[in-house]
């Protein structure tokens, strides 16, 4: 939440909203956010994001080719750590930023695992054999 934010009221068009991502996944809303902000930088332009969010969670929302910029992570503070994310517009992913975002894509992508049942029914009366 943001200075604005708290000023201004939870209407604020400028504002995020109040809720985060909660896995990889995102809607159509932040991922157009971030084209928006990557369409505002110029060649070698910088955007830095200062959040409590773990790199488990964000990296998979920033570091991706649609946005065409790198990202950079560095971790601060002891025990409870903040990070800072830098996306560099117009450089390439890292290796391992691109096999990350392949791999997600893969998972997609795949199909749903097939759902196996150990017993066929449960015919088992397990009241029935309760002896008193």
Known sequence: MT???VTAGPGCPSCPGERAPSDASESGESSQRWRTVRRALRPRGRFLSLTFAQPHFR???YARREYRWSVAQHT???GFHYFLYAMTAGEEL???D???ETRRLEEAE???PQVTFMQESDTEDFLGNIAL
């Open 76 to 78: 601060y503070g002891d």
């Open 3 to 5: 200075q604005q934010h």
């Open 59 to 61: 990296k998979p929302l």
């Open 110 to 112: 795949a199909p749903p």
């Open 98 to 100: 691109a096999a990350m």
């Open 94 to 96: 890292s290796p391992e």
